[in-house]
């Protein structure tokens, strides 16, 4: 089976060529950073219009690096949401034309669930597995225990771990995308040197929380006066990290017993989404899962970022399962990873 992906949720304008063998023929990602970095964040109308510019040519692009044409795919998968939905309707649309116009099954795949599959196209992960999923919009830690089968067992109760990285980082003067520049400050700072609280130390559970360690920073900044110069920064920088890290740590710890109880010899954690390529909470998820008997799983760094792969992949698991969708259905905003349905 071979599926072309398209994703345009966020601000990365992309399109894929995967296989039912995991190969993937063409991956091509548009980022739009230089675009928003004006801002300090996405712009959904920029971002739509960016999207509406260049899908076209990475579906062509794609296509012809994998060196095939429209005739011989067996179905196109697209995120249908969630995301900023001027850009989910721009792939969406995209998909429903190529699917009317070649006759090819159509796969609306949920974001999150391409996320969550992608540990199976990069190693061939059997389910059940849990899995922490840490975006820019989502915190998660859920049972995978099939395809639309997912038990959340735990989420944030206020901001995502992506966005308390961007904020943080704008609030120490860092440049965009913050997540990544604050981990690079983070790398030459003292961790110990400011001590920010642990959120939800100490409550029972699998949520996470934070934004009060957000409130932390922004009183350690305001006292500070701003940070007056790079070493100021990375310690705050690295002391964030260092608080953030160690909660998440503990609540997947508390995931990985209860998850160990229901599924007795089941050994796998998969960390993914763009937070997921930090190299300290990837150590820190590591020991923590050693420490449980399991195996710490995660894609590589250019698959835990939005990319039309994952959702190929996401789209081939649906299809052979014969979950195809008809052309009417309707891009979301906002659609929770326990709403997807599959195969029960």
Request: proline share 6%.
């Amino acid at each position: 089976m071979i599926v072309l992906g398209i994703e345009t949720s966020c601000d990365e304008t992309a399109a894929a060529v995967v296989t039912d063998t995991r190969d993937i023929r063409a991956s091509k990602v548009l980022s739009q950073l230089a675009e928003h970095a004006p801002y300090g964040g996405v712009v959904p109308e920029i971002a739509a219009r960016s999207h509406l510019d260049h899908i076209d040519t990475l579906v062509r692009d794609a296509m012809t690096e994998a060196g095939i044409g429209f005739d011989a795919l067996d179905g196109i998968a697209v995120t249908g949401g969630p995301g900023l939905i001027g850009g989910v309707i721009v792939g969406v649309m995209t998909a429903k034309t190529l699917a009317q116009v070649t006759g090819k099954p159509l796969s609306n795949v949920n974001h999150l669930e391409a996320h969550a599959l992608t540990c199976r196209l990069t190693h061939d992960i059997a389910f059940p597995y849990l899995l922490l999923l840490v975006t820019g919009g989502h915190s998660q830690l859920v049972a995978v225990e099939g395809v639309g089968r997912y038990r959340v067992m735990g989420t944030t109760i206020d901001d995502a771990m992506g966005e308390a990285f961007d904020k943080t980082a704008k609030l120490l003067g860092l440049p965009y995308p913050g997540g990544p520049a604050l981990e690079r400050a983070a790398a030459t700072g003292d961790p110990a040197r400011h001590a920010l609280p642990r959120p939800m130390l100490g409550k029972p559970g699998c949520d996470f929380s934070f934004s009060g360690l957000k409130t932390a920073v922004a009183q350690v900044v305001d006292r500070l006066g701003h940070p007056s110069n790079e070493k100021e920064a990375a310690d705050i920088a690295a002391s964030f990290q260092a608080a953030i890290t160690e909660s998440v740590a503990r609540r997947t710890r508390t995931a990985l017993q209860t998850f160990a109880a229901a599924h007795p010899g089941v050994r796998h954690l998969v960390v993914a989404g763009g937070v997921a390529a930090n190299r300290t909470l990837r150590a820190a998820l590591a020991e923590v899962a050693g420490a449980q008997g399991f195996t710490l799983v995660a894609p590589p760094a250019a698959l835990c970022s939005d990319n039309a792969a994952m959702v190929a992949w996401a789209g081939i698991e649906r299809l052979r399962l014969g979950l195809a969708d008809p052309l009417d259905f309707r891009p979301r905003p906002r659609w929770p990873l326990g709403e997807v349905a599959g195969v029960q």
